[in-house]
T-cell receptor, first 111, second 115 residues
Framework: TQLLEQSPQFLSIQEGENLTVYCNSS?????LQWYRQEPGEGPVLLVT?????EVKKLKRLTFQFGDARKDSSLHITAAQPGDTGLYLC???????????FGGGTRLMVKP | DAGVIQSPRHEVTEMGQEVTLRCKPI?????LFWYRQTMMRGLELLIY????????DSGMPEDRFSAKMPNASFSTLKIQPSEPRDSAVYFC?????????????FGSGTRLTVV
């Protein structure tokens, strides 16, 4: 069974601070996806990283896939209240038909 | 496309009653997933379908839960009889089978409360 562990589970910071969320596994994934979920809604895909060592940027968000394709990180620069939400990482198996989701990081950014 | 559509958005029912949750996936997607989300357990995969055929239902908690996909544009998750511990948010998601890039598209969920 493939497992993904996210840390921290909860994070409360002030507007303007930087933060990093980690997603770790002992399994190798074909790709790693990050989702954000806002209250009352389903998770929404932010980005997919495919190649080991790959770095992708989405405005103030930087996503990195580990060289061994077992881990990933999400770094947010100058967090804003609009970044508040639940961040989920998900690893895809090699057949591409299944995602394994991490437990999530609940982020609150206070103005 | 209107995205994945779930109904109802909220359901409050009494213990012992039958509950049916509905999902319309994105047109053209051939995989459909039912998840349950709680604060304690996070997102749990209950069952998934490929081309309307159930592939893995090992996540279904017990025989009180059943799911069907009679055609490519409709799926139901039924709980009979419902119990208070079934209270959670239930999500439906769809995707293209084998697509490891574009991920899942989730519906807005059904918040189920069993009293």
């Amino acid at each position: 069974t493939q497992l993904l562990e996210q840390s921290p589970q909860f994070l409360s910071i002030q507007e303007g601070e930087n933060l990093t969320v980690y997603c770790n596994s002992s399994s190798v994934f074909s790709s790693l996806q990050w989702y954000r979920q806002e209250p009352g809604e389903g998770p929404v895909l932010l980005v997919t990283v495919v190649t080991g060592g790959e770095v992708k940027k989405l405005k103030r968000l930087t996503f990195q896939f580990g060289d061994a394709r077992k881990d990933s990180s999400l770094h947010i620069t100058a967090a804003q209240p609009g970044d508040t939400g639940l961040y989920l990482c998900a690893g895809a198996n090699w057949a591409g038909n299944m995602l394994t989701f991490g437990g999530g990081t609940r982020l609150m950014v206070k103005p | 496309d209107a995205g994945v559509i779930q109904s109802p958005r909220h359901e409050v029912t009494e213990m012992g009653q039958e509950v049916t949750l509905r999902c319309k996936p994105i047109s053209g997607h051939n995989s459909l997933f039912w998840y349950r989300q709680t604060m304690m357990r996070g997102l749990e995969l209950l069952i998934y379908f490929n081309n309307n055929v159930p592939i893995d239902d090992s996540g279904m908690p017990e025989d009180r839960f059943s799911a069907k996909m009679p055609n490519a544009s409709f799926s139901t998750l039924k709980i009979q009889p419902s119990e208070p511990r079934d209270s959670a948010v239930y999500f439906c998601a769809s995707s293209f089978w084998g697509d490891r890039i574009n991920g899942y598209t989730f519906g807005s969920g059904t918040r189920l409360t069993v009293v």
